[in-house]
Every structure is written in structure tokens, then in C-alpha cells.
């Protein structure tokens, strides 16, 4: 019986680069809902209602001048 107890070896200097991709998508998409999207993406699903209405616009307008988008 050993007085050693197992010792594993961490290695931390691998990047998770499937990750960070993920990740720095997602990024871009939400910088484009936030900043940009007049309902784009909603007329995919509602017709050129989406552009009338702009939900998503309407739902992040407070984000978009605390991150100095430029609304109107």
C-alpha cells in the first residue's frame, strides 16, 4: 500500500478554440440585434409587417443608447 496518494496532472494551456468561436459569434449576432436589426429578423417569420413594427428594436432601445447605437 502506498502513502502516495495518485496525482493527476492538469494541463490549462490548451484554448477551448471551438468555444471561443462559438462564443464570438454569438457576440456579432447579439451586437447586430442590438444595434442594428429594424426588424430584419422578425420579417422573416412576419412579412414587411416586421419593418412597422420592429420588436425587437423596441424591446432593446434602452440597450441601444446606453451603448451608443444611434436610434433616431
Known sequence: ???Y???KVIQKD???KMSIAI???IAVFSI???GYDQGQLFSL???TEAFDTMWIHEFTHDIRHASGFPCH
Open 1 to 3: 500500500m502506498s502513502l
Open 5 to 7: 496518494l495518485d496525482q
Open 14 to 16: 490548451r484554448i477551448p
Open 23 to 25: 462564443l464570438a459569434i
Open 32 to 34: 447586430y440585434v442590438v
Open 45 to 47: 417569420v412576419q412579412g
